[in-house]
């Protein structure tokens, strides 16, 4: 087994969260080696760049978390990022609408939410949304955020993972981590001594922090984000279209997505997935953790701690191209089956479950000690976070190692 050089830091997944931290590490120790290793070929295969691109603004998000805390903040820095490295961006922004009266405790919620964290976020009436965007369909009244864009989720990381590589950071690709002993780090690539260990590994970040003592009481739990796309003739959105969530678990519902380019998207949907890389068919299938993943969700199907039967019911019922259009109609007029016929690259979310609650994790969470730190559940909307987000991964790694 060949040795490679030893470095101070090493960041285990090439996401957008492993870059920024790469990165944030680089910025404050200059005089230290940082090396970034990822087992794909090329970095942002997975969440980080086959996710919606809609840069957030933070307003579903309880005060007390840490989704709330980086997501304004993020907003604007990943917006200055992108136009600073010439990027597309599109400052559509988003309508959050009712689709009964029955909503609008929930559109009170959120723009509640949205005050006590300091999000521009204004309530319109049904008249103004459709100023806003002729096809909305909304019960009396909605919510608007100018604050909300869309972006190019490939091209920001290729963007990443160029200056992570001009900034002096060691980018590995292609080199899988695959265990550890003692100090030294086996990956695909050979052994590595290291510092400190930043596990930023997405769908595996759980397996990772296993292997250090951590993520006891978690594991990944992976769901399924397809999308469609709209092959529609005529004008299209302006701006993206939500409906109000279901606040007690994490996923935003069936919306539409103006892409940077202007074309329009719906999804993405919550299917759980029964292997972590589930994208299509019986790629990437893995028996074990296939075993373990159907076994966990049989559980939870019979006992959890939120109504997983109902969500699985109903996300299982969205593989139907029909149903996933009939649920994107209930927000905008003129939408046809027949206009919605290619399926986008879907993206899983690597959502972390709590064994004793067996509840869904909302919040990021983050486990370490002085020799290793372990990013688990970085859930949407980590993408939008992600700078802040690593500045806070940064300043835990200080705390814990000195
Ligand atoms: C369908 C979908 C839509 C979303 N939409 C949005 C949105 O609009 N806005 C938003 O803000 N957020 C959104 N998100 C969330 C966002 O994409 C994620 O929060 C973010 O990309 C997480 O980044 P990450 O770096 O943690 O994970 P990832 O991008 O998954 O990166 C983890 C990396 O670790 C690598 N890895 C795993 N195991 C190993 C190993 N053993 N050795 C080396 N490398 C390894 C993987 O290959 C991968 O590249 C969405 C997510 C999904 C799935």
Redesign the pocket.
Same mark, same amino acid.
């Not at 290793?37 to 794909?40: A, D, G, M």
């Not at 080199?175 to 695959?178: F, S, V």
């Not at 970085?378 to 992600?386: G, L, N």
């Given at each position: 087994m060949s040795r490679l050089p030893s470095t101070d830091y090493l960041v285990?997944? #090439?996401?957008?969260? !492993? +870059?920024c931290v790469a990165r944030e590490l680089r910025r404050r120790h200059p005089e230290r080696s940082v090396t970034l290793?990822?087992?794909?070929p090329e970095?942002?295969?997975?969440?980080? #760049?086959?996710?919606? !691109? +809609?840069?957030?603004a933070g307003f579903y998000y309880s005060a007390d978390s840490l989704k709330a805390r980086f997501c304004r903040e993020g907003n604007r820095a990943l917006r200055d990022y992108i136009t600073s490295r010439g990027l597309a961006l599109n400052p559509c922004g988003k309508l959050v609408v009712a689709r009964s009266e029955a909503d609008h405790a929930q559109l009170d919620e959120l723009l509640r939410r949205g005050t006590r964290n300091g999000v521009r976020l204004q309530p319109v009436s049904a008249e103004e949304a459709r100023r806003i965007e002729p096809r909305v369909k909304t019960c009396e009244r909605a919510l608007w955020s100018s604050d909300t864009a869309t972006a190019d989720?490939t091209a920001v990381i290729a963007a990443m993972r160029e200056d992570a590589r001009k900034e002096g950071i060691r980018v590995m690709a292609g080199?899988?981590?695959?265990g550890r002993i003692g100090e030294t780090i086996h990956?695909a690539a050979g052994l590595v001594d290291v510092g400190y260990v930043v596990n930023?590994?997405?769908?595996?970040?759980d397996?990772?922090a296993l292997d250090f003592g951590f993520s006891q009481d978690y594991r990944i739990l992976p769901?399924?984000?397809l999308?469609l796309y709209s092959s529609e003739s005529g004008p299209g959105f302006r701006t993206n279209l939500y409906p109000v969530p279901d606040l007690r678990n994490p996923f935003l519902g069936v919306h539409f997505?103006v892409t940077v380019d202007g074309h329009a998207k719906i999804?993405?949907t919550a299917i759980p997935a029964f292997w972590r890389e589930q994208y299509a068919g019986v790629d990437r299938f893995d028996p074990a953790e296939f075993v373990e993943i159907a076994w966990r969700d049989l559980g939870l199907f019979f006992s959890a701690g939120f109504d997983f039967r109902r969500l699985a019911v109903e996300e299982l019922r969205k593989y139907s191209r029909p149903h996933l259009v009939s649920l994107a109609g209930e927000l905008a007029t003129g939408v046809r089956t027949e206009d919605y016929r290619e399926w986008g690259r879907?993206?899983?979310?690597?959502q972390l479950i709590h064994l004793r609650t067996r509840k869904l994790e909302m919040d990021f969470v983050l486990e370490g000690d002085a020799r290793s730190l372990h990013?688990l559940n970085?859930?949407?909307?980590?993408?939008?976070?992600?700078l802040p987000f690593a500045a806070h991964v940064c300043d835990r790694i200080t705390q814990l190692a000195g």
């Open positions: 285990i997944g #090439g996401g957008i969260i !492993g +870059v290793l990822e087992k794909e970095l942002g295969q997975h969440a980080s #760049g086959r996710n919606s !691109g +809609v840069l957030h989720p080199a899988a981590y695959l990956s930023c590994a997405g769908l595996y970040a397996r990772v769901f399924k984000g999308y997505t999804g993405p879907p993206g899983i979310r690597a990013v970085a859930v949407s909307p980590a993408w939008t976070c992600s």
